[in-house]
């Protein structure tokens, strides 16, 4: 077998092992490291990843993974670039697969350059040959490559076995010839590095006994099946480690995520049971049950999650939201202050202590409390609209118009804030920028009743009653139960007759 048909061999041997992953979605880590992680798209600052570990979080942080793999978030950038800014899993896994055959080539002179140093080595380029199908075929590399996050694994591993050849040429080549070679060679190096820390060292392994080819083959396309979706990736642990408290609540997770809320009960309740204070999983499985209207059980559940973790931000605020519910105010409203002191910058919680404090009629502190919601996330549509409803209800025109501009420079596509900004400009008369924003909201969500109908009392107003018809029908026949709507409808009529 010649030079040629050896390649040709590895390359279809790679292809064959993994072309079943090119229909797999983002799994695992995938989503933390590519899905979620905003270096990976092209309107982020390409610096930063220059500036963020791996998964996106600024690395001087003490909450930072510290794995820094700027040039591995790189490839991903192109492969988004490639598919116009899109996360096509496909791209992603052809990459993965196409940087896998390279890497499986490369092992060939790797192999041979080694076995060449031993005296006792014969039929050298067949040795390394089959050496380079065993590696190519080898079930291990599965995680590597199926799984997206591996790609660090295989660039790093792709120019630590060019970096093995070029040395050769290091030690084979004198005068300024040594010290270009030994320049792209620490080049090289560094690239690697920062592809993955761990290329710093390699081990490579020689395997012999044909028979274990079909063996890897096999087990190989067996493994990649249980990376195709989250859940068959979580099942298979599951019959591994079946005592395994973290496998179940990944199980539940999925299956929370996915609206099976049974499994997700369930699942979380065996996490606990084999893990008692496992307070993640307790602060998930009250959320469940709050959403059920079960807030004794939630409580319970969540008090023993900071009993566990006295700093758990997430239970503290979670543990307000159920004493709210369960109308015990005081209480409610130190939990929200214990989530802040454990996590300053929260906004979610600024938000619902907000909603506490407008339900106490305390509504200073509910817009100070919103106002902290949004100065940490400008995108929280939710504060922004309360903000803008509750300084509308208590008359303060002018610092709807304020914030509503500014709420709207941060949010352009959120119908809400749309809305509340167009209702206060038509009670102050500036009819024809309350239509535009009106029409804004409504083109945003077509589906919203209540939307027509307050445009319709806009048009009324404004003496431009067919128009005004028009909302008020429209409104009726997307929601029939707004009676609002329908009264005015019927004075509309009266008023025409």
Known sequence: MDNSQKYITISVAAFICYCNTLGGTFVFDDNEAIVKNKDVMPYTNIWNIFKNDFWGTDITLNSSH?????????????????????????????????????????????????LKKSKYATNVHDIAFLSGLLFTVHP??????????????????????????????VRNSTGECTVFWFTVVVVLTGCAVLCKETSITVVICSCFFYGLLIIFVLRTILRNMNWLTEEKLFSSALDVCPLNAKVHYNIAKIAADNNNKAVALEEYRKAIQLNPKYEQAMNNLANLLREDKKFEEAEVLLRK???VRPNFAAAWMNLGIVLTNLNRSDESEHCYKMAIKYRNKYPDCYYNLGN????????ENALKAWEMAVLYKPNHVAAWSNTLV???????????????RTALIHNPKAPALHFSYANTLGKLQQFEKAEGHFLEAINLNPTNGLYYSNLGVLYHRWGKKDKARQMYTKAVQIDPNLKSAELNLKRLTKEAQ
């Open 356 to 363: 506490l404090y407008l339900d106490l009629k305390r509504n």
């Open 140 to 169: 291990v590399h599965t995680e590597a490559v199926a799984g997206l996050v591996g790609r660090a694994d295989i660039l790093s591993s792709v120019l630590f076995f060019v970096i093995i050849l070029l040395y050769q040429k």
């Open 390 to 404: 509750l300084l509308d209800s208590m008359k303060k025109y002018d610092e709807v118009i304020e914030l509503g």
């Open 66 to 114: 510290k794995s820094y793999r700027p040039l591995t978030i790189l490839s991903y950038r192109l492969n988004v670039l490639y598919s116009k800014d899109k996360l096509d899993a496909f791209q992603f896994h052809a990459t993965n697969i196409i940087l896998y055959g390279l890497l499986c080539l490369l092992s060939v002179p790797v192999f041979e350059l080694f």
């Open 305 to 307: 999650a900071v009993d």
